[in-house]
């Protein structure tokens, strides 16, 4: 294998599942090739000591072999181990994860995206997991280019004011001010009052790394969930694994 065929990068592995009896099957997101998918054969085996380091949500010096479409485990360097999560945390760091994995596209980096994954991972073991996961989707959005319009109404493009009640359209894709809800009667708008709209821009611009405080109101936080996981399963059309167990563990 040439030089040219081998792939060094840092990366925070989002999945790992056992192919076959010896294999594990690896998603990882990369700092400068974006979204990855490797076997690491025999990575199962006890005695495989560079499979051991395959853990979900650990950042790695990873090195692959690529051949044709597919790409190979061939070794890794640990950056740093997996947080120690408790399960609730753990539920949430797979809601970025299954996020992550599933709104962007294989081979297109983003370095921005890299960071706010680290942060993400790091900061849900500080602050509210429930409040970080969806900051963390709606710049999810955003970076991936599918963010929802919600400064004006999509219907006839006027701005929203700050204290009127508005809607929101999944299918549209954003805001429905007042005037024009009657148009879409039927098509399952959610409710997306002036409490709502803010928080969903104080969850969009909030820095990770230097978090101010917000007061949130829990009719506000339920009216932001339903607009987000919403419009992710219009623009996915698959349900959240990681969303399901949230909501076994009553969360």
């Given at each position: 294998?040439?030089?040219?065929?081998?792939?060094?990068?840092?990366?925070i592995i989002l999945r790992v599942r056992d192919q076959g009896d010896k294999d594990k099957y690896v998603i990882c997101y990369t700092r400068e090739h974006g979204k990855l998918r490797f076997t690491a054969f025999g990575g199962r085996s006890s005695n495989n000591v560079k499979g051991r380091v395959l853990q979900?949500?650990?950042?790695?010096?990873?090195?692959?072999?690529?051949?044709?479409?597919?790409?190979?485990?061939r070794n890794a360097q640990l950056i740093s181990l997996p947080i120690a999560y408790d399960i609730k945390?753990?539920?949430?760091?797979s809601v970025v994860a299954e996020l992550t994995a599933l709104l962007t596209e294989d081979h297109e980096p983003q370095a921005e995206l890299y960071e706010l994954l680290r942060s993400t991972l790091r900061i849900l073991a500080q602050r509210n997991p429930?409040?970080?996961?969806?900051?963390?989707?709606?710049?999810?959005?955003?970076?991936?280019?599918?963010?929802?319009?919600?400064?004006?109404?999509v219907s006839c493009t006027k701005m929203v004011a700050e204290d009127e009640d508005a809607y929101f359209s999944p299918l549209q894709g954003g805001l429905i001010c007042h005037e024009c809800k009657a148009e879409f009667t039927g098509e399952g708008l959610e409710k997306a009052g002036p409490?709502?709209?803010k928080l969903w821009h104080i969850l969009e611009q909030i820095d990770f790394d230097n978090p101010t405080s917000f007061t949130v109101r829990g009719q506000d936080l339920?009216?932001?969930?339903?607009?987000?996981?919403k419009f992710i399963y219009f623009q996915t059309d698959k349900n959240l694994q990681s969303l399901e167990f949230l909501a076994q563990l009553g969360l």
């Open positions: 294998m040439s030089g040219a065929d081998i792939i060094s990068d840092d990366a979900t949500f650990s950042e790695l010096e990873l090195e692959l072999g690529e051949t044709g479409r597919f790409y190979r485990f945390q753990m539920a949430y760091a429930r409040l970080v996961v969806i900051s963390f989707a709606i710049k999810l959005l955003s970076l991936s280019g599918i963010a929802p319009q919600m400064d004006t109404c409490g709502a709209r339920m009216e932001v969930e339903k607009m987000l996981y």
